[in-house]
């Protein structure tokens, strides 16, 4: 793999690539072009694959999948506290820890979602009071990856449940900003999560934004 300063640079220049392939898939008749098109989506999906240690097939698969003018993908997180301490789940993928959520999904608003996740992935059900931060992840230290993303966080407030995992999720407990466990650097990173303590004790700051 090439070294950690250079790899956020060749995941934007696939990402680069597969923004001008698959606009040119969505908006080309011509056939010789497509064909140039599909190409330059191949040599994407291979820069990504060098950079995310995934099969350059699977990825090529992935980027097929999702057809039409490229739009960056949205990940909702919620951060909730009991007094001083914030709720994360360690995840089934790699067994680190995250504050819950996902995808955004169709149909749903952004908040909605962040409910639906929390009440999911922890059995805690809350309420979302505050868009507390839109973040674009290339932005932040993430690990590379496929897929352009932006990072919503919403401050929620705790009104009932019990503790329970998912399918997703292997364990839900509470955590201290001093004690807090290895986090899950795909979704979350120390930085973000000890900014979500931040706006717990400052209630009126602003939305935070890149």
């Known amino acids: 793999m090439i070294a950690d300063r250079d790899a956020l640079r060749f995941v934007t220049w696939a990402q680069s690539l597969q923004t001008i392939a ?20 191949v040599i994407a999906a291979e820069l990504l694959a060098l950079q995310t240690n ?12 999702d057809p039409g003018y490229v739009t960056p993908k949205v990940d909702v997180r919620a951060a909730v506290f009991d007094h001083n301490r914030i709720l994360l789940v360690r995840e089934v993928a790699d ?17 909605e979602i962040a409910r639906r996740e929390v009440l999911e992935e922890t059995g805690y059900d809350v309420s979302v009071t505050k868009l507390l931060a839109v973040l674009d992840k290339a932005k932040h230290a993430h690990p590379p990856q496929i897929w352009y993303v932006y990072k919503l966080f919403f401050r929620c407030e705790l009104r009932g449940g ?7 999720t292997v364990e839900v407990a509470w955590f201290a900003r001093e004690q807090l466990p290895p986090l899950s650097l795909d979704r ?9 303590f931040e706006h717990h004790d400052a209630p009126s700051l602003p939305t935070d934004f890149d």
């Open 22 to 41: 698959q606009a040119g898939l969505t908006y080309t008749k011509d056939p010789f072009d497509r064909d140039r098109f599909e190409r330059i989506q």
């Open 54 to 65: 995934g099969e350059p097939a699977a990825i090529l698969a992935d980027l097929k999948a």
């Open 95 to 111: 067994g680190k820890w995250a504050l819950p959520g996902g995808w955004a999904d169709l149909g749903e608003s952004a908040a």
């Open 162 to 168: 019990a503790p329970r995992t998912s399918f997703e």
């Open 188 to 196: 979350n990173t120390d930085a973000q999560v000890h900014r979500m």
